[in-house]
């Protein structure tokens, strides 16, 4: 059997980066939400939200650590795997990568020791501002990653000399025409994912009747950024659709799995693709519904696959349902939004029942939709590695055989599967043991005076002076 060095190094690349991309979606909004907590405890002197700070700290730590091993790990493979597109893109993306590691991981590295170990060694305010700037140099990281995968999507301000990529105006290439619908679509979708971890773990706590005064700051806050960012990724995921449908047109014909096109296109809520007959088995659809989404106009006129040359389609097997995935959680999300709203104004947030067991369920759903919506807009992106510019096939190492894309897959399978095993085990470890229900201060001196040799009792005619030397 041939082993085809091109589909294995997808696999591989598919694997690495969707194990990579959980833990940025959960630290980039824990991060700042510990630097909210770190903000409120300076200003408050209150000890509930430096010991809340305190036990997602740790959380944090770790999440960071594993994003950080895979991260360096899926970079290697841009040399091994994938050469000629590293010679033909190194000019723009290069660059774009280095500020990543320069201008985010640098500031991540620097004051991470701070936020971890100085609590006690440096003044309040020196520790809440290096959890700004860890958070801070989160957001940093995704800035410059997302600018360098939106460029692969809409590459802009280049121009090809001799094969190769040439930068013409970097402000272009870094605010490329799908690079803020992209930020602000991805950022919202980690700050719920955060949101939703939170409030899940919380609302545990409270079933549990454990950390109750935790369980009740970290609900309420998680809920509350729930109920205001669910509508906004909705209005987001509109506009990015309405930009994704002016550039790649093709991806948005294979997502709705729209053949035909045309104006009225029906909205198809369930159907089996099939991409040698060129249409939909069991196609359940609500006429008109999809031009008035992408056009805001009911008889405006949406692409369809067959208007694009077969070897320029992306396939619609996969990312019909991963969008409708991704789509669904996100109603579900601004379901979970109402139900917080109906519950808090009548008193009854609190109160363990349905809901709270609903959260706990709930906690995995931003992962899904993150992985959903990555799938979504990189196989939509095929047959190109760079739209419009390089085929996903003429970006492979040429000298890359079948065997040894296999041998590094079954590698990383193996690796990834032995250290975020033993990761997920410490994760859920900590996540039992819970934050601290009483001050460190009083511990710690409690401790101290347990250790504190005491002073023997005196008898009765003893005096309480130290007896004299002999010398005396």
Known sequence: MDLDPLMLSRIQFAFTISFHILFPSFTVGLACWIALLEGMWLATGKWLYRSLSEFWTKIFALSFGLGVVSGIVMSYQFGTNW???????????????????????FLEAA??????????????????????????????????????????????????????AFVTDWWQVVFNPSFPYRLAHMLTA????????VAGISAWYLLRRRHYDHARVGLSMALGMITVLAPLQIFLGDLHGLNTLEHQPAKIAAMEGSWEGGPRAPLVLFAIPDEEAETNHWEIG??????????????????????????????????????RLMVGIGLLMLAVAVVHLVLRFSGRLYRPGW????????????????????????????????????????????????????????TFVIVYAIIYSAGTFYLVRLLRIG??????????????????????????????????????
């Open 83 to 105: 050469s000629r597109w590293s010679d033909t893109v190194g000019n723009v993306l290069g660059p774009l990568i280095q500020y990543e590691v320069v201008t985010a991981f």
């Open 111 to 164: 004051f991470l020791g701070i936020m971890l170990f100085g609590r006690d060694r440096v003044p309040r305010g020196i520790h809440v501002m290096a959890a700004c700037l860890v958070a801070l140099g989160t957001v940093l990281s995704s800035f410059w990653i997302l600018s360098a995968n939106s460029w692969m999507q809409t590459p802009a301000g280049f121009e090809m000399r001799e094969g190769r």
């Open 190 to 197: 980690m700050f719920l994912t955060t949101s939703f971890v």
């Open 286 to 323: 609500l006429p008109g519904l999809s031009s008035l989404i992408l056009t805001h106009d009911i008889d405006g006129a949406v692409p369809g696959l067959k208007q694009f040359p077969k070897d320029d389609r992306p396939s619609p097997v996969i990312i019909f349902w991963t969008f």
């Open 355 to 410: 809901f709270h067991w609903g959260l706990v369920g709930c906690m995995p759903i931003g992962f899904v939709a993150i992985l959903a919506g990555w799938f979504t807009t990189e196989i939509g992106r095929q047959p190109w590695v760079v739209y419009g510019l390089m085929r996903t096939a003429d970006g492979v190492t040429p000298s890359l055989t079948g065997v040894a894309a296999l041998v590094s897959l079954l």
């Open 435 to 472: 934050p601290q229900d009483e001050p460190r201060e009083q511990t710690h001196q409690a401790r101290q005076e347990a250790l504190r040799p005491k002073r023997p009792l005196s008898l009765p005619n003893e005096s309480l002076e130290s007896p004299s030397s002999p010398a005396e």
